[in-house]
């Protein structure tokens, strides 16, 4: 077997020309332009491309982009008093905090500061709370933008085995709730699973978000299965790859994402979606 590629740009290209079209559609019905503030501190170069790049994805689709680029210097305390100022500012509808963040900063006391209706990253513990009972609101961007992909194939979920293999709260358990909700039966692998093999080859789904270049090895792929990967390694050539074996595993699966261009431009799109659904816009829920 050689497996269909999942094209994630091309599915992001069509969800991004699904949200042009609906916010130029609104807006001309007098809905305000929605406006999405970004926040980075420091000037980390993964970071400074990411935050790039969600500001050319707002300016594509027509979102007032607010940027505070702050020295990495900025104090925990001087972070809340702006997230509070924009959770108050009107013409702000997402607000989003690049991580990582200084070590002097705490991640999660600046996302619980985010007004919920607000965090268009979907990490927010009421969020996530929405998420885990089967009601989500703003869902994580990876995860949503995952289940966007298994939708555009067509992927049967109740019956199926997807294993995700990873935990962090940003993409893997959000991960499992979402393939929850869909009917899969869900296993969730991490760092302590001692035979990761053993759970891999019985994964008719398998997402693999761990970020150690060719984690999982291509033979261990059951013939059929569809692969996501959402893991980034830059390799010593300074090409990036997955977690998957992608050679062996494209022999043995029947629908497989590349890296680059997979899961990580589903990311871009889902926010720019997330900060639509948070200014109030109805966005159509037709599979890409
Ligand atoms: P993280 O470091 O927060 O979490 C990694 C997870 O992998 C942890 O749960 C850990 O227990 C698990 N893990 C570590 N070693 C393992 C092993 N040997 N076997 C099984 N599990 C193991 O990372 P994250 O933020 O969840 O990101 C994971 C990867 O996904 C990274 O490469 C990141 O760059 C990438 N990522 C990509 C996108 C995208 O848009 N494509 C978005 C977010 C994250």
Redesign the pocket.
């Known amino acids: 077997m050689t497996a269909n590629i999942i094209d994630g740009k091309s599915v992001a290209s069509t969800l991004k020309a699904r949200l042009k079209h609906t916010l130029q559609a609104e807006c001309n019905k007098d809905k305000q332009t929605p406006g999405l503030a970004v926040i980075i501190v420091g000037e980390d170069p993964a970071s400074v491309i990411y935050v790039r790049n969600k500001r050319l994805g707002c300016e594509e689709i027509g979102i007032h982009s607010h940027h505070y680029a702050l020295p990495v210097e900025t104090t925990e305390q001087y972070l809340i008093d702006l997230i509070r100022q924009l959770n108050a500012d009107p013409t702000i509808h997402g607000i989003l905090i690049q991580t990582p963040l200084p070590q002097h900063v705490n991640a999660q006391t600046l996302v619980e500061c985010i007004d919920p209706h607000k965090d268009v990253d979907g990490f927010h513990p009421y969020n996530l709370g929405r998420l885990a009972q089967r009601k989500p609101l703003l869902r994580p961007c ?1 995860p949503f933008g995952v289940m966007m992909l298994l939708d555009h194939i067509q992927q049967v979920y109740k019956n199926k085995h997807a294993v995700i ?4 709260n ?3 358990r959000p991960m499992a709730f979402e393939l929850l909700i869909a009917g899969a039966t869900v296993t969730l ?3 302590f ?1 001692s035979d ?1 093999s053993y759970f891999i080859r019985q994964a008719d789904i398998l997402v693999a ?4 270049a060719g ?1 999982i090895t291509g033979k261990d792929i059951k013939e059929g299965a569809t692969v996501i990967d ?4 830059r390799l010593p050539n300074g090409k990036l790859t997955g977690d998957v074996e992608f050679s062996v595993a494209s022999e043995r699966a029947a629908w497989i994402t590349p890296v680059p261009g997979g ?2 431009p589903m ?1 871009v799109a889902v926010l720019l979606y997330n900060t639509l659904l948070a200014a109030g816009f109805t966005i159509s829920a037709e599979p890409l």
């Open positions: 990876t293999v990873g935990a962090s940003s993409v893997g692998c991490h760092r699973t990761l978000a761990v970020g150690r984690l959402v893991g980034i390694s899961v990580g990311t």
